[in-house]
């Protein structure tokens, strides 16, 4: 069974810096391109970044660039999101992500991250 498990977020003060956690376990993590999303309050899903499985190549969203960096261990079978310089506008759910082909088709239950003073 494919699992994925978000850990780390919680309440920071704006400028300030959290890691999220991705435990998976179910499948051969080191094959499988993984990405973070994010849904803040209201609003519909926003991709934030994916590494690939392929010599670990990032991507990020325009807004995340500078701040945010994934990374992986695959030793771990565990995916991060260590983000940085944090703004009210980053409090959202965020959830990591399976990615096959062009589409996500597994997903984590999600962790909240509050930025607020």
């Known amino acids: 069974e494919v699992q994925l498990m978000e850990s780390g977020g919680g309440l920071v003060q704006p400028g300030g810096s959290l890691r999220l956690s991705c435990a998976t376990s179910g499948f051969t993590f080191s094959t499988r391109t993984m990405s973070w999303v994010r849904q803040a309050p209201g609003k519909g899903l926003e991709w934030v970044s994916t590494?690939?499985?392929?010599?670990?190549?990032?991507s990020y969203a325009d807004s995340e660039k500078g701040r945010f960096t994934i990374s992986r261990d695959n030793a771990k079978n565990t995916l991060y999101l260590q983000m940085n310089s944090l703004k009210p506008e980053d409090t959202a759910v965020y959830y990591c992500a399976r990615q096959n082909w062009y589409s996500y088709d597994y997903w984590g239950q999600g962790t909240q991250v509050t930025v607020s003073s």
């Open positions: 590494i690939s499985h392929i010599s670990d190549s990032t």
